[in-house]
C-alpha cells in the first residue's frame, strides 16, 4: 500500500498500524459478545469513514500529500477509543490479552522504519530513541499484569511515546517553513524548503509552477494583481456600477472569484469551478443569467484560459470596460504596456 511507502508514509500513515489492530479487535469483541454494541457501532461509522479513504489514496494518480488530512478524524478516533478497548480486552481474556501490545509493537516498529527513511535531514537518534521506548512500554505492560493501576499508567506513557514522531512531523512546516500552496510535513523541509512531490497525472511543471506562487494556468500568477489598491478600486467599481444583480462579478476560476469575495459582501460566481475547466453553465444558461440580471460583469484572466465556450460567448455578447475606468488611478502592468492580466468585461442585454 502506497500509504506505507515514502513520501507519503509521514504524512497521515503514523498509526494506521494501531488502527488496523483496532479492527481486529473490534471483530473479535463483536464476536465474543455475540451482539454489536453501541460503542462498536461508532467505530465501525469511523471505519467506514476510514476503509472508502484508504483505498482511494491507494490507486488515485492526481492528489497532492495534503488531501491526506482527511484520514485524520477517523485515525484520530480509532486510535483513542478503539486503544481504550484494546487495553480492557488485554485484561478480558487470554485470546486478547495481546492485542494491545501488538498494536504498540507495529506501530512502534512502523514509526521508527519510516522516521530512519528520512535519515539525510533527520538524526536516526531520536527515532531509534523512540522505539527503545516503546519496546520497553510493551515489557512494562506485560510485567503490570494484574496490577490496574499500573498497567493505566503504562497505557498513557505509551500512547505519549507513540505520538512523538507524528508530533514531530506536524510542527516542522512551522519549524522550517513550508509552501503555502502544495504544504506537507517532514523534516526535509529544512534541506528542501518545501520542493514538490510528484504528483502522477499533473501537468508537466504545472506544480513546480504552484511553488513559485503562480496559480492556475502559466501567465495567471501574482502579476495579475498589481497592488492590492488595483483590486479594491476594482471591487468598488463593480459595486457602484452591477445594480441589482445576485452575482457581483464572474470569474472563470474560483481563486479570481475568492480574491473578489475577500473585498465584499457581494456574492461571486466562478464560472468554471476551481480550475476553471468545470462544466458548471453552458453558453446557454449564462445568456440566459445575463439576460435575467443575475450577472452583469465577467472578469476574465490573462489570455481567458479556462472554459473556452464562455469566453468565446463573453468576448462576443459583452463590451470590454476600459482599464482607466475600473483602476482605481493605477497603471496598467508590465511597466504601461497595453497587455493587462486582468479584463473586465459587461453585459448590456
Request: net charge neutral.
Amino acid at each position: 500500500m502506497v500509504l506505507f511507502q515514502l513520501p507519503l508514509a509521514g504524512q497521515a500513515s503514523w498509526l494506521l498500524p494501531f488502527a488496523s489492530v483496532v479492527a481486529i479487535g473490534l471483530g473479535m469483541d463483536v464476536w465474543r459478545r455475540r451482539q454489536m454494541t453501541a460503542f462498536h457501532q461508532f467505530l465501525l461509522f469511523w471505519f467506514a469513514w476510514l476503509g472508502p479513504m484508504l483505498v482511494f489514496f491507494s490507486i488515485a494518480r492526481f492528489y497532492h500529500r495534503y488531501y491526506l488530512s482527511m484520514l485524520a478524524p477517523a485515525i484520530a478516533v480509532l486510535v483513542g477509543a478503539g486503544g481504550a478497548m484494546l487495553a480492557l480486552l488485554a485484561c478480558s481474556g487470554r485470546r486478547t490479552m495481546w492485542l494491545f501490545p501488538a498494536a504498540l509493537v507495529a506501530t512502534y516498529a512502523f514509526e521508527v522504519w519510516t522516521a530512519c527513511q528520512y535519515r539525510a535531514s533527520f538524526s536516526p537518534v531520536w527515532p531509534l530513541a523512540v522505539g527503545f521506548y516503546g519496546l520497553g512500554m510493551v515489557c512494562l505492560w506485560f510485567a503490570m499484569e494484574g496490577r490496574e493501576h499500573g498497567r493505566r499508567i503504562v497505557y498513557r506513557a505509551a500512547l505519549i511515546g507513540v505520538l512523538a514522531l507524528p508530533a514531530y512531523w506536524s510542527l516542522t512546516p512551522v519549524l522550517y517553513g513550508t509552501n503555502s500552496t502544495i504544504p506537507y510535513a517532514g523534516p526535509d523541509l529544512q534541506r528542501d524548503r518545501g520542493a514538490p512531490m510528484p504528483t502522477a497525472g499533473m501537468p508537466d511543471g504545472q506544480e513546480e509552477r504552484l511553488l513559485r506562487g503562480e496559480t492556475g494556468q502559466p501567465g495567471d500568477g501574482a502579476r495579475r494583481w498589481q497592488t492590492s489598491h488595483l483590486l479594491t478600486a476594482l471591487v468598488s467599481y463593480l459595486e457602484q456600477h452591477v445594480g441589482e444583480a445576485k452575482y457581483l462579478a464572474a470569474t472563470i476560476r474560483a481563486t479570481e472569484a475568492a480574491e473578489l469575495m475577500l473585498h465584499t459582501d457581494r456574492a461571486v460566481m466562478a464560472m468554471g469551478g476551481f480550475g476553471g475547466t468545470d462544466p458548471v453553465l453552458t453558453p446557454k444558461k449564462l445568456e440566459e443569467m445575463a439576460r435575467n440580471g443575475e450577472v452583469k460583469y465577467f472578469l476574465l484572466s490573462g489570455e481567458g484560459r479556462g472554459n473556452h465556450e464562455l469566453v468565446q460567448w463573453i468576448q462576443t455578447h459583452c463590451k470590454e470596460v476600459p482599464f482607466s475606468e475600473w483602476n482605481g488611478g493605477q497603471k496598467a502592468l508590465d511597466g504601461g504596456a497595453e497587455r493587462r492580466e486582468m479584463t473586465l468585461y459587461v453585459y448590456n442585454g
